[in-house]
């Protein structure tokens, strides 16, 4: 139950996105896959200022999300509280999801930073929906970029979900297929020799799905730039 400076705030935040309503840029974002539907066309960079100054408060975020307007749900993945986060409430949000930036922004800002992020990632990509399997494996890429302490074997436990999926056609789908084979390829040398095996797999499916994730993945992973990154950062780690 929110009080009545949460309340207060929250009408605030609501009344200042409406004030930046752009409708020219909600009609270019529309043109880039992103849902037109409450869409008020404010800028991230916008909608970064007033979260920040609103600060962290969880009950803020939820009022926020219910509001159903596409930047008040990008804010509400700002201000949220990572500790406070459950499983129930990632699957309530999840299945609202219409856009490939607030599936993208809510794994990056909010969801990798919970206890259960590798558990709900797994969960989701066995899921038919198209938005809700891709933050399963944008939610996985997110863990590969920025969850330094993860063992090897964490990601290698996705292989075969990434296998599996390869050679679904849908855009956000096999996008974010390829992101997360990528990520977890570039972050040491073990697992870039182990996506680099698991992406000539793909590559054998010989589906357009799986030829344009493999082909991609192959490219980057096996470059001299990402080669010499990796052996660089292997000779620092302290030997046992």
Same mark, same amino acid.
């Given at each position: 139950?929110?009080?009545?400076?949460?309340?207060?705030?929250?009408?605030?935040?609501?009344?200042?996105?409406?004030?930046?309503?752009?409708?020219?840029?909600?009609?270019?974002?529309?043109?880039?896959?992103i849902s037109s539907t409450n869409t008020l066309g404010v800028s991230v960079k916008d909608i970064r200022h007033l979260a920040k100054e609103a600060g962290?408060?969880?009950?803020?975020?939820?009022?926020?999300?219910?509001?159903?307007?596409?930047?008040?749900?990008?804010?509400?993945?700002?201000?949220?509280?990572?500790?406070?986060?459950?499983?129930?409430?990632m699957e309530s949000w999840v299945k609202d999801i219409d856009s490939w930036d607030i599936c993208d922004l809510c794994c990056n800002n909010l969801w990798?930073?919970?206890?259960?992020?590798?558990?709900?990632?797994?969960?989701?990509?066995?899921?038919?929906?198209?938005?809700?399997?891709?933050?399963?494996?944008?939610?996985?890429?997110? @863990? !590969?970029?920025?969850?330094? *302490?993860? +063992?090897?074997?964490?990601?290698?436990?996705?292989?075969?979900?990434?296998?599996?999926?390869?050679?679904?056609?849908?855009?956000?789908?096999?996008?974010?297929?390829?992101?997360?084979?990528?990520?977890?390829?570039k972050r040491n040398l073990s697992l870039n020799q182990a996506a680099i095996t698991l992406g000539e797999e793909i590559l054998a499916q010989n589906t357009?799905?799986?030829?344009?994730?493999?082909?991609?993945?192959?490219?980057?992973?096996?470059?001299?730039?990402?080669?010499?990154? @990796? !052996?660089?950062?292997?000779? *620092?780690? +302290?030997?046992?």
């Amino acid at each position: 139950m929110a009080d009545i400076e949460t309340l207060n705030k929250y009408t605030g935040l609501i009344n200042s996105l409406k004030a930046l309503a752009n409708t020219d840029n909600a009609a270019g974002m529309n043109r880039f896959g992103i849902s037109s539907t409450n869409t008020l066309g404010v800028s991230v960079k916008d909608i970064r200022h007033l979260a920040k100054e609103a600060g962290h408060n969880h009950t803020l975020a939820l009022l926020l999300w219910d509001s159903g307007i596409h930047e008040a749900r990008i804010m509400a993945s700002l201000i949220a509280e990572s500790r406070k986060v459950s499983q129930t409430e990632m699957e309530s949000w999840v299945k609202d999801i219409d856009s490939w930036d607030i599936c993208d922004l809510c794994c990056n800002n909010l969801w990798s930073k919970t206890s259960f992020a590798f558990e709900q990632a797994l969960k989701w990509t066995y899921r038919p929906e198209e938005y809700i399997k891709r933050a399963g494996f944008v939610l996985l890429t997110t @863990l !590969a970029v920025h969850n330094k *302490k993860a +063992p090897d074997k964490k990601f290698i436990s996705f292989f075969p979900r990434l296998l599996a999926e390869a050679s679904d056609e849908r855009n956000y789908v096999k996008k974010a297929v390829n992101w997360a084979l990528r990520q977890i390829g570039k972050r040491n040398l073990s697992l870039n020799q182990a996506a680099i095996t698991l992406g000539e797999e793909i590559l054998a499916q010989n589906t357009r799905s799986a030829r344009f994730i493999a082909t991609d993945a192959l490219r980057e992973l096996k470059s001299p730039q990402v080669q010499k990154r @990796l !052996a660089i950062k292997q000779e *620092k780690q +302290p030997h046992s």
